[in-house]
């Protein structure tokens, strides 16, 4: 199973007094907001004011070995054992403290006695106390905070509205959650885990690839549990309580950096299928691609529609695409609006795995399967250097951390052990996928596989209907990255807005000007980086070396390693040191095996 450990141990922390607010609570929930619009009406709010004169009485601490925290508008600077619910919304601002081994024993009447210090000075005002699941409960042991009026639903990277987004939904149950974050990790990155295979051999590759889901899986934790003990329901939170305000904008920059890669890799697969890899790319420079176009020439040479064409096939399929099928998806203001395409490309997504298992499968009873390479090949300088960059596609494939917290935050139980379940289901659900997928396609085309398994789908497969089955395989998936791009993009545009006009007076979705700038200086980019970037393998080899090391590994090492409140124990720790040794290496020879094998060999 894919476990590092149910619970995180927790030392005994030193007491605090010091009360007061920070400011980047506010900040926190204000990213939490799926749209700007929400972010503004949050922002000029007055029941969020953040104040910092919150006190508390000595002695109702004097006899609790955690860190005492303080709730201004049911907003907490974290905590470890004190919980805390917000008070009525019309309050502008509320400071309330409550120890939960009174509530348990007590009902909703007799809480009133645990608030302490209201700044309105009304001590006989009834607490909004709730169960996990909304409901009003007798005898509490846990708390969602809700500030009345507000809903409770999700936030992170594609959160919602209210307290970490989600309209005011929280009723998801473990079996859509684990839908959910499964979708978010199943991506572009199964393309190229087959070609991993090729470099590491059979069984290496499959154990790295079960090592990297075991690490992710470690990686998610730490952010499931410091959220859930501090209540802070956004990545950009976590990072921001630990590392400081400047955090926030290299956090952006790696979500950015991560989901224009992402595009870029979408649309490079888009003109493998469609026009092949047989053009010259506009640098005129040659590159590792070339040495994989005489497999492939693409649909459109195959079906015979553009035989013999003059015209530079590639890029003008790359740009088609873009201004006829992409352009009119990525105009829509709303992600919801995309709800039907994504359950499709889910669908579509699958029937690729299925048919590429099925395939590997009749082959292996027909005989017809070669015993695969075992060991890596380090029989020169390129094998050597192409060894570091099977680590950036394997931790791009897994990634997903950045919409971890609006799953989280949409959960009906929303329990640190109820995400964990579901973290782990869907880890272990896609990571018998990742294994399944490129394993059949290894056995199937062994030492030709391509850094885009789906360039091999051209060739007799030994089977009845084998060119059917290929386009099948190969139009499906093309439809699958259709659906998935505009949704991607969307996160691209939020993040590119924040960063491009962080003063900006209008939200984005009421500025047509503003919305359609960013939207096409997002597309041009994306665009230019596809008809550029020779390959998949050097997409990925320079997303998952920079933004994906920092999202998956750095950012929760440095959570674990900057802990204050006693979350972790020394193990935690010494895995996270761990872990920011081993994305430093990665990023280094990611990096450079990547432009190494784009520029260098490919000219040899």
């Known amino acids: 199973m894919l476990t590092m450990g149910y619970f995180f141990p927790r030392k005994e922390a030193v007491t605090r007094t010091d009360m007061s607010v920070t400011p980047w609570v506010r900040d926190s929930h204000l990213m939490a907001a799926r749209d700007a619009e929400q972010a503004q009406s949050l922002s000029t709010d007055p029941r969020f004011t953040i104040g910092d004169d919150a006190e508390t009485h000595d002695d109702d601490v004097s006899d609790v070995a955690h860190e005492v925290v303080v709730v201004t508008n049911g907003f907490r600077s974290g905590d470890l054992s004190w919980q805390q619910q917000a008070k009525s919304s019309s309050s502008p601002v509320t400071t309330t403290l409550i120890r939960p081994g009174k509530l348990e024993s007590q009902d909703n009447s007799d809480a009133n006695n645990e608030f302490d210090n209201r700044e309105d000075g009304s001590e006989d005002r009834e607490p909004m106390l709730k169960s996990p699941s909304g409901a009003a409960s007798g005898k509490i042991k846990s708390f969602s905070l809700e500030p009345s009026g507000h809903g409770s639903g999700g936030g992170g990277g594609g959160g919602h509205h209210g307290l970490g987004g989600g309209h005011g939904f929280a009723g998801a149950t473990v079996s859509s959650g684990i839908f959910n974050l499964s979708t978010s990790i199943i991506g572009a990155g199964i393309m190229g885990l087959p070609a991993t295979l090729n470099v590491l051999g059979l069984p290496l ?48 920059l790696a979500v950015l950096v991560n989901n224009v890669g992402m595009c870029t890799v979408y649309l490079i697969i888009v003109a493998d299928v469609v026009a092949g890899t047989s053009w010259q790319h506009a640098t005129s420079s040659p590159v590792e691609a070339m040495r994989e176009a005489s497999l492939h020439e693409g649909l459109l040479a195959e079906w015979g529609l553009v035989a013999g064409a003059w015209w530079p096939m590639r890029p003008i399929v790359i740009i088609s695409t873009m201004l006829l099928v992409l352009a009119p998806l990525v105009s829509l203001k709303h992600v919801d609006s995309l709800h039907y395409t994504s359950a499709l490309s ?233 872990l920011l040794v081993f994305a430093a290496i990665v990023s280094v020879t990611g990096l450079s095996s990547g432009l190494y094998h784009a520029f260098v060999s490919s000219a040899e």
């Open 205 to 252: 590759g499959v154990l790295l690839l079960v090592a990297m889901g075991l690490l992710t899986e470690l990686s998610i934790e730490v952010l499931v549990n410091a959220s859930a003990v501090r209540r802070i329901w956004t990545y950009s939170g976590l990072v921001v309580e630990d590392c400081g305000q400047r955090s926030r904008l290299v956090l952006d």
């Open 346 to 578: 889910i669908l579509l997504a699958v029937v690729f795995v299925v048919i590429t298992v099925a395939v590997a499968a009749a082959q292996w009873v027909q005989g017809r399967i070669q015993l695969p390479r075992m060991l890596p090949a380090c029989s020169s300088l390129k094998d050597l250097t192409g060894l570091f960059s099977v680590i950036p596609v394997m931790a791009t494939a897994y990634a997903c951390h950045y919409n971890v917290h609006s799953i989280f935050v949409e959960l009906k139980e929303r329990t640190a052990a109820t995400m964990l379940r579901v973290t782990r289901s869907s880890l272990l659900l896609c990571t018998t996928v990742y294994v399944l997928t490129s394993v059949s396609a290894f056995l199937l085309f062994g030492s030709s596989t391509a850094s885009d398994v789906l360039i091999n789908f051209d060739r007799d497969l030994g089977l009845p209907l084998s060119s059917l089955i290929n386009d099948t395989v190969r139009v499906t998936y093309v439809l699958h990255i259709v659906f998935v791009f505009p949704v991607i993009f969307y996160s691209l545009r939020i993040i590119a807005d924040d960063l491009i006009f962080p003063g900006a007076e209008k939200p984005l979705l009421e500025d047509d000007r503003r919305f359609a700038v960013v939207t096409v200086g997002g597309m041009v980019l994306v665009g230019v980086g596809a008809v550029m970037v020779p390959n998949i393998g050097l997409a990925f080899d320079i997303t998952g070396a920079t933004a994906t090391m920092l999202l998956a590994f750095v950012f929760p090492a440095l959570l674990t390693l900057k802990d204050r409140l006693g979350l972790f124990a020394s193990w935690h720790r010494a895995v996270a040191h761990f």
